[in-house]
């Protein structure tokens, strides 16, 4: 007979000095961007309600509070080429004119238009109530302002879209959306960036996907920026914050921070990087600090899996490892999903397109749930729970804490949360050194615990376990194969 495999113990290490360097080390929350799955279920309120309780909400939900909403440029509306069900945005303007004598932009507004993003945002804002953060950003200009005359990006993608003429007309649009959103509605952008993913070659005209727009590192990001923040400033909104530059890289990240102007960098106040390749988080960190500047981990998503033959489980192990990477890499305040929903149920389609339906759970998806159109229904996966071991348990206002292992913590008032990870197949023997926080977490501190593991049809969703206790040197536990653990151990003050 084969011996059996030996497995090392986890030892998660932690250390009460060890603190998140930005924003004081204290988290700013969980999020996503509302940019296409809002636009695609907005025109009906029952399943907008349905996805910002799921989401939004603290008790029963994920209870995320950042919220990115996607300002729209609008394509051309003689273009048919952008086939996804959800991705087809529409742009505030109406009536745009252009005189090539002076360079001159003009266009009003209809307001009326992107109804059915902003009917997300608005349940999901009163569902999620006080603490929520709203940022703005945008996929591209209207297409009016670009090369190409189309909002999908360049008709050479490693090339700059934004006509050389039309960055404080662009700037304009953006901040008269920022400033209608505030008046009008109510919504007041906590932060605004004007670029997604612009030092990339994904971006061409006549794409079936999205609208995207390259901005070449240096004097054009800059540019716009500078542009952005000066109609801001006129509007009386400086109290938003500018970020930037959302690069896809954490790599390509860094050199755009690098190659902003001093102008631009005065401008910015956060640094928001995307880590679809993760190469370099320490180097971002270190950068992002030199210039004293905040730091978002803004996007990220994949279709991959993690663990050996761990089914249902595999994409949620995967969303842990990178949330869990990310943390501990950059260290920044806030981690936010791509979309929640990429993919859609309903046997008419929408404008003349068909969704793809439901994803394969045992394999890789981007996304956390499929909403079903035809039941009303929003099927949720693992990979959502195992999202809601981290988000329901470390909430904003907690204090991160960096660890080693494939763990986070962060501490809350008086109590430690630990998420943990196991990604074998095999039970893990697991330990939290608490030797250096004794007098917070003595012999005998309770501990609250919580796992998901197994499948959406008789798995654990967020099950909470019997409490255990923790000993002279720590907690010492068993995790569970193919689990993600959320341990809640609470301080003298509550034992």
């Known amino acids: 007979m084969a011996a059996p495999v030996a497995y090392a113990d986890v030892t998660i290490q932690i250390d009460p000095e060890a603190i998140y360097p930005f924003h004081q080390g204290i988290f700013e929350g969980w999020g996503t961007s509302l940019c296409w799955w809002a636009n695609r279920i907005g025109y009906s309120d029952k399943l907008s309600s349905l996805?910002?309780?799921a989401f939004c909400d603290k008790e029963s939900g994920l209870g995320l509070n950042i919220l990115r909403y996607n300002i729209?440029?609008?394509?051309?509306?003689?273009?048919?080429?952008?086939?996804?069900?959800?991705?087809?945005m529409p742009g505030f303007w109406a009536n745009p004119s252009y005189d090539a004598s002076r360079g001159m932009y003009t266009w009003e507004y209809d307001w009326s238009q992107d109804a059915n993003q902003r009917n997300v945002l608005e349940h999901c804002l009163e569902v999620g109530g006080e603490g929520m953060l709203v940022e703005g950003f945008s996929n591209s200009p209207p297409y009016f302002m670009t090369v190409s005359g189309c909002s999908s990006g360049a008709r050479v993608a490693s090339e700059n879209n934004l006509?050389?003429?039309?960055?404080?007309?662009?700037?304009?649009?953006?901040?008269?959306?920022?400033?209608?959103?505030?008046?009008?509605?109510?919504?007041?952008?906590?932060s605004m960036t004007p670029m997604n993913e612009p030092d990339t070659s994904f971006w061409q005209a006549h794409s079936p996907k999205q609208e995207g727009c390259h901005f070449d590192p240096g004097?054009?990001?800059?540019?716009?920026?500078?542009?952005?923040?000066?109609?801001?400033?006129?509007?009386?909104?400086?109290?938003?914050?500018?970020?930037?530059?959302?690069?896809?890289?954490?790599?390509?990240?860094?050199?755009?921070?690098?190659?902003?102007?001093?102008?631009?960098?005065?401008?910015?106040?956060?640094?928001?990087?995307?880590?679809?390749?993760?190469?370099?988080?320490?180097?971002?960190?270190?950068?992002?600090?030199?210039?004293?500047?905040?730091?978002?981990?803004?996007?990220?998503?994949?279709?991959?899996?993690l663990g050996n033959n761990a089914g249902e489980m595999g994409a949620g192990l995967w969303l842990a490892n990178r949330i869990i990477e990310d943390l501990n890499g950059l260290r920044p305040s806030a981690w936010i999903l791509w979309q929640v929903i990429d993919s859609h149920i309903c046997r008419d389609g929408y404008l003349g397109r068909k969704d793809t339906g439901m994803v394969n759970t045992r394999g890789g998806y981007w996304g956390t749930a499929v909403m079903d159109h035809d039941r009303e229904k929003l099927c949720l996966t693992m990979k959502y729970y195992v999202f809601g071991q981290f988000t329901r348990y470390i909430r904003p206002g907690a204090q991160m804490?960096?660890?080693?292992?494939?763990?986070?913590?962060?501490?809350?008032?008086?109590?430690?949360?630990?998420?943990?990870?196991?990604?074998?197949?095999?039970?893990?023997?697991?330990?939290?050194?608490?030797?250096?926080?004794?007098?917070?977490?003595?012999?005998g501190s309770r501990v609250s615990v919580v796992r998901t593991s197994g499948s959406i049809a008789d798995g654990e969703?967020?099950?909470?376990?019997?409490?255990l206790l923790t000993e002279s040197d720590g907690l010492h536990m068993m995790l569970a194969p193919h689990s993600v653990t959320t341990f809640i151990i609470k301080g003298k003050a509550e034992n």
Request: no cysteine.
């Open 163 to 190: 006509r050389d003429d039309a960055y404080d007309a662009f700037a304009q649009y953006l901040a008269d959306v920022a400033e209608h959103f505030a008046e009008e509605w109510g919504v007041r952008f906590q």
């Open 51 to 53: 996805a910002a309780e």
């Open 461 to 467: 969703h967020w099950a909470r376990l019997p409490v």
């Open 401 to 443: 804490l960096a660890v080693n292992g494939p763990a986070v913590a962060a501490r809350d008032g008086n109590r430690l949360i630990v998420v943990i990870m196991n990604q074998e197949a095999q039970e893990m023997p697991a330990k939290i050194d608490l030797s250096r926080m004794q007098n917070e977490f003595p012999k």
């Open 72 to 88: 729209g440029g609008g394509d051309n509306p003689l273009h048919n080429h952008i086939t996804r069900t959800d991705s087809m």
């Open 219 to 305: 004097e054009s990001q800059s540019k716009i920026l500078v542009a952005l923040s000066q109609k801001l400033k006129e509007k009386g909104l400086d109290s938003i914050q500018l970020s930037g530059t959302d690069e896809t890289a954490v790599d390509t990240q860094a050199r755009a921070l690098a190659k902003l102007s001093e102008e631009a960098l005065t401008a910015i106040s956060r640094v928001d990087t995307h880590t679809y390749n993760p190469s370099g988080r320490s180097t971002l960190r270190r950068q992002t600090l030199a210039r004293n500047k905040n730091l978002w981990m803004s996007e990220v998503d994949g279709g991959e899996t």
